[in-house]
């Protein structure tokens, strides 16, 4: 779907996703997002027996600025044993012991890792093959900079009408170029 709107709110999602609905996505099964307020909300409405995800590294570039200098490398890596663990079992270990070493310090930081954990660790539910494909909103994030690097240039445009053009001659061209590749562990 190609949709202009305002601000990104749960009403404007449950628009969205009710559309994509009745086009025919009706058995959607899990959902991958960067944490926007209001979509969890709306999916779950639309496509009630779905999965949520959260992106993980939407979560680990949240936290990133909220770490002192001297302690961001150490932070992030011992993060990377929760999301990099071999099961979820293991990956809730990992967090306990990411959480009781840095809890002292960065509490807020630890809370809001363990408010979410049941999200960002929706992916051990599904095979490993899929993993890096589904526990990240990369793919969608990577496609709207080039959008946005496509527009930037191009300041002087004419109208709405025009832009719209460009950004659809855009993903007219990306989804021809993705069109035939295999999602890796979907082959």
Known sequence: GFYVGGQESANGWREVLKDL????????????????PGLDA????V???????????????????????QHR??????????YNAA?????????????AKWSKLYAKEMRSWE????TLLTFYKYPALIKEAIYTSNPIERMNKEI??????????????????VIY???????????????????
């Open 87 to 99: 099961d979820e079992e293991l990956a809730r270990a990992a967090f306990d012991t990411v959480k």
């Open 42 to 45: 709306a999916f779950k409405e």
């Open 148 to 165: 946005r690097k496509r527009l930037k240039p191009m300041n002087s445009l004419t109208n709405m009408d025009a832009a719209e053009k």
């Open 115 to 118: 408010e979410q954990l049941p």
């Open 73 to 82: 490398t150490e932070v992030i890596e011992d993060l990377k044993t929760v």
């Open 169 to 187: 001659l855009d993903v007219i061209d990306y989804n021809e170029r993705f069109a035939e590749r295999v999602i890796r562990g979907f082959g």
């Open 47 to 69: 496509y009630p027996k779905a999965d949520v995800q959260h992106c993980v590294v939407h979560k680990v570039r949240s936290t990133f600025p909220k770490i002192r200098v």
């Open 21 to 36: 609905y009745d086009r025919g996505a009706q058995e959607v099964l899990l959902g991958v997002f960067d944490g926007l």
